[in-house]
């Protein structure tokens, strides 16, 4: 069955410093893969996406993340993260033919002034 | 561009009773996704409409049903509203095709069921 792992549900940083959020995707096809952002009370923004070509994708806010096929990862990285990106983050993968995102169970960053 | 809304924001409801939830998708979106997130988890698949016509669903019950209409909006309906039915419900447009399944999110209804 597909499935989405993050392993680290709480991660605290200072601000400044990088950041790397882990995830872990099962899945037999080749992944279209996903993180997306969530603020209290809000919904989920979409932060980069992967479909295919280069395994190093760009997103908003100055997010990266790299796809691995042989570790079936894809890494969230930024190199200096600012107070604002304390948040809840998701990393998904489509499935179901398309049409079903599979989602991690989060990490909530909290970033230390 | 309009993007993704949803309403009511919150809605409180007592167990049994019925709950109707409305999303509008973004403009020229074709597709509906509905999500629920229950507190501290990730959102769960509920089901995805196209073309009005319901196009894939998760593990939820039959008590868990939708609608979309010719211009693309969506409902989810709940009936006999139990307990952990209580959280945060996502809807998510999206263009049908191979190369756009890219999903745009609204910011949720928050349903508590007392």
């Known amino acids: 069955a597909q499935s989405v792992t993050q392993p680290d549900i709480h991660i605290t940083v200072s601000e400044g410093a990088s950041l790397e959020l882990r995830c872990n995707y099962s899945y037999g096809a080749t992944p279209y893969l996903f993180w997306y952002v969530q603020s209290p009370g809000q919904g989920l923004q979409l932060l980069l996406k992967y479909f295919s070509g280069d395994t190093l994708v760009q997103g908003i806010k100055g997010f990266e993340a790299e796809f691995k096929r042989s570790q079936s990862s894809f890494n969230l990285r930024k190199p200096s993260v600012h107070w604002s990106d304390a948040a809840e983050y998701f990393c998904a993968v489509l499935t179901g033919g398309g049409n079903k995102l599979t989602f991690g169970t989060g990490t909530q960053l909290k970033v230390e002034l | 561009e309009t993007g993704v809304t949803q309403s009511p924001t919150h809605l409180i409801k007592t167990r049994g009773q019925q709950v109707t939830l409305r999303c509008s998708s973004q403009?020229?979106?074709?597709?509906v996704s509905w999500y629920q997130q229950a507190l501290g988890q990730g959102p769960q698949f509920i089901f995805q409409y196209y073309r009005e016509e319901e196009n894939g669903r998760g593990n939820f019950p039959p008590r868990f049903s939708g609608l979309q209409f010719p211009n693309y909006s969506s409902e989810l309906n709940v009936n006999a509203l139990e307990l952990d039915d209580s959280a945060l419900y996502l809807c998510a447009s999206s263009l049908s095709g191979p190369r756009r399944n890219e999903q745009f999110f609204g910011p949720g209804t928050r349903l508590t069921v007392l």
């Open positions: 403009s020229g979106h074709n597709t």
